[in-house]
């Protein structure tokens, strides 16, 4: 049996009004969460943020489509990503086509929420 199942752990990169959308299905959100950490020198001083992975998220459940929303507003315009949090969900990948005859498709990580938690 293959389990599709990914527990992440990140900020969401700040939302505009883009990424929450609303249909006859409900309101879903589509975000971006990656995951920086600081990378130290020996004497333990912080040298730089390294980049280490991120997914494009997608979240159909209303109660947690608010959180995030909420979450967005406690950032107080200042910060550019959230407070940490930690997803569950299924990886798949968004494919986005080429705008160009013969170019090629585009495949960017996806993950369809089904859990957050706030750390």
């Known amino acids: 049996m293959i389990e599709n199942k990914v527990i992440f752990s990140g900020q969401i990169k700040a939302l505009t009004e883009?990424?929450?959308?609303?249909?006859?299905?409900?309101?879903?959100?589509?975000?971006?969460?990656?995951?920086?950490?600081?990378?130290?020198?020996?004497?333990?001083?912080?040298?730089?943020?390294?980049?280490?992975?991120?997914?494009?998220?997608v979240v159909k459940d209303r109660k947690i489509v608010d959180t995030i929303i909420a979450l967005d507003k406690n950032r107080n315009g200042v910060e550019p990503r959230s407070a940490w949090v930690t997803i569950t969900g299924a990886k798949g990948d968004y494919i986005i086509k080429s705008k160009v005859e013969g170019g090629k498709d585009t495949f960017v990580p996806q993950v369809e929420v089904y859990n957050l938690e706030v750390l």
């Open 18 to 57: 883009k990424n929450i959308k609303s249909n006859d299905l409900g309101t879903f959100l589509t975000a971006w969460i990656d995951q920086r950490v600081p990378s130290r020198l020996p004497n333990g001083d912080v040298d730089r943020v390294r980049y280490v992975t991120g997914y494009q998220i």
